[in-house]
């Protein structure tokens, strides 16, 4: 396949609706088509046994657990619009970290972070990992000194949500850093509420990137993904596990034993239909996030105006207690994502019975406008205990705006406050 030959000087949504053309398919086809074949053919003896001992000069595919032309498409835009060094797509974004960590990891190391997580990272880190020996060194990210404190010569990685789900809780990256830097420990974040656009991992000093692009970047809910993103800015010669893979490539040690191991043997690949839509997905992701972050803000806007209203979260609004970290990292309005809080539990589920156009499901950044009450959901099997560390509260409610016309949702938000018991 031809070398990538993207023009740096193109913006977002260009990049991403060129990077086909510099892989052109036999028939011409514009959109790199769904190549739904498990195993490619080889000429000779010679061609497919180099094409297994990676000698060719340029990759081809052999079997799509390792790799296809259509997921390649797909890692090709997020390449060009990321600047990642290397990107791969997985089965779901749980599938990115898991791997991520299956390849950092290592019984008797750490992982420090927020227990601010999303449900199934949080119980990977503290139920899975733990089981294999990896500790997880939950710390509070708004202090620094603690996340100092926690890391030792056995800590893996610092991770942690570019902002958090529901609490919307923004780390100071800028900081963090510096002190992963002292102790060579790489940044891993998970950067599924902010997409590339909105939030520049690179510049920010991220190693790793993961995203869930089930998200954003399916465009209306199509498709389960997962990227794992590497920025080719860490020396993995300082991780136990990775050291010697590191030893004739140090900073890109991770990817080759993501790819060449990790991936392979777990098997959770990106399927090319999922690819496809994705790719769909990527090519107006710019102008869906920009539209559903701007109705987010008008919605939050109005909601703070509500009375029963009790508060809502947004890192747009002056109330926000991280609209400057939220300023400084993220361009534009930060997303869809918002919260607010009624005056109980109960009020919570009376007033999400009475919406008419918004709908009562999990997910995020459908193109429809999704609610719901986190505590009896995404977090309703974890103990009353384990809810008090993940700082999980029954007043609180998440809103996840989509492209509706923003008179609609407020119409609708504001006809349910009606009905809800002041
Ligand atoms: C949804 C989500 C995930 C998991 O992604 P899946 O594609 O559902 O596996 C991970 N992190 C965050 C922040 C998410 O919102």
Known sequence: MAKRDINTELGFSSKILSTDKNHPDVHGAMNTPIYRSAAFEFPDSKSIADAFQNKEAIASHTYSRITNPTVEA?????????????????????????????????????????????????????????EFGVEVRFVNTDNV??????????????????????HLEIADLVAIKKI???????????????PWGGFDAGKWGVDIEVVSTTKYVSGGATSLGGAILDYGSFDWSHNKRLQKVASPAPYSAFMFKIKREIARNFGACMDPDSAYSQSMGMETLK?????????????????????KVAKVGYPKLESFPYKALSDQFFTGNPGAMLTFNLASREECFAFLDQLKLIRRATNLFDNRTLIIHPESTIYGSFTQEMKEVMGI??????????????????????????????
Do not use: W
């Open 74 to 130: 797909l890692e090709n835009k997020i390449k060009a619009v990321s600047g990642a060094k290397d990107v791969m797509m997985l089965s779901s974004g749980m599938a990115a970290i898991s791997n991520t960590f299956m390849a950092l990891s290592y019984a008797g190391s750490n992982i420090v972070t927020s227990p601010h997580l999303f449900g199934n990272t949080f119980a990977f880190f503290q139920y899975t990992l733990a």
């Open 145 to 166: 000194a603690e996340i100092d404190a926690a890391i030792d010569e056995n800590t893996c990685a610092f991770f942690c949500e570019v902002m958090t789900n529901p």
């Open 180 to 194: 992963l830097t002292k102790h060579h420990v790489p940044l891993v974040v998970d950067s599924t509420v902010i």
């Open 287 to 307: 102008v869906r996030y920009e539209a559903v972050s701007s109705s987010a803000f008008a919605l939050a806007t109005f909601l703070e105006s509500q009375s």
């Open 393 to 422: 509260d029954p007043t609180l409610i998440r809103l996840s705006v989509g492209l509706e016309e923003v008179e609609d949702l407020k119409a609708d938000i504001e006809q349910a406050l009606q009905a809800v018991q002041a």
